[in-house]
């Protein structure tokens, strides 16, 4: 079956340090894969998202990055964190075309002071 | 934008009784999702309904679609305390391969 892992669970980073966020899937090939941000009581927000290893759509411009360097390992990246990066980040994973249904991982909760 | 709206934000019932949340959207999809998300934890996927599809059931979830107001429905019967989440639709668009669309959720609390 296939699982998707998603780390760490929490975060407290300083204004101006960078970050690196990791997910990878196990037990398919070639996913669809998702980085979200979710800010307390609202909506998910699509940040980026990728159909192929090097393959990357930026939804919203901002301070944030993804890279895909293997089929099944997204990477969320910045180089110097704003306090508005603060939220609730989820990885998610699909198959086929991109509005087959999605799998998440749990999270990561970032702070940032 | 193609955003689902779900309505209403909150709602707040005892245990036992039925739970309805609604999706609106904007333009013509190849089916509806709807999602679960408890508390600090990642969503999960709890039913797809095809735009030729009016109905469908899973469980004590029951779905409806009616293309021609563009809204679903989403019943949850007989609630448990368990039940208390927020839950999201998606929709996707149409014509092209473009990642669904999420909305801001309904968040349901169920008091036992």
């Known amino acids: 079956s296939q699982t998707i892992h998603q780390w760490p669970a929490t975060l407290v980073q300083p204004v101006g340090s960078p970050l690196s966020l990791e997910c990878t899937v196990e037990g398919t090939s070639n996913p669809n894969l998702y980085w979200y941000r979710q800010a307390a009581g609202r909506g998910l927000q699509l940040l980026f998202y990728s159909v192929g290893i090097g393959q990357i759509s930026s939804e919203v411009p901002q301070n944030l990055s993804a890279s895909r360097p293997q089929d099944r390992q997204f990477i969320l990246s910045s180089k110097k964190l704003l306090l508005s990066d603060s939220g609730f980040y989820l990885c998610a994973w699909s198959p086929g075309t991109l509005y087959q249904p999605q799998h998440f991982g749990d999270g990561t909760r970032l702070s940032i002071l | 934008s193609q955003q689902g709206e779900e309505d209403p934000q909150a709602l707040s019932i005892q245990e036992g009784e039925n739970a309805t949340m609604n999706c609106s959207y904007k333009?013509?999809?190849?089916?509806l999702q709807w999602y679960r998300q408890n508390s600090g934890r990642g969503l999960v996927h709890l039913i797809l309904i095809r735009s030729n599809e009016r109905e469908k059931h899973s469980g004590r979830l029951r779905v409806t679609l009616d293309t021609s107001k563009k809204s679903s429905s989403l019943l949850i019967t007989a609630s448990r305390a368990a039940d208390t989440a927020s839950y999201f639709c998606?929709?996707?668009?149409?014509?092209?391969?473009?990642?669904?669309?999420f909305g801001k959720g309904t968040r349901l609390s169920v008091i036992a």
């Open positions: 333009t013509s999809i190849n089916n």
């Open positions: 998606a929709t996707d668009a149409r014509s092209g391969n473009t990642p669904l669309v």
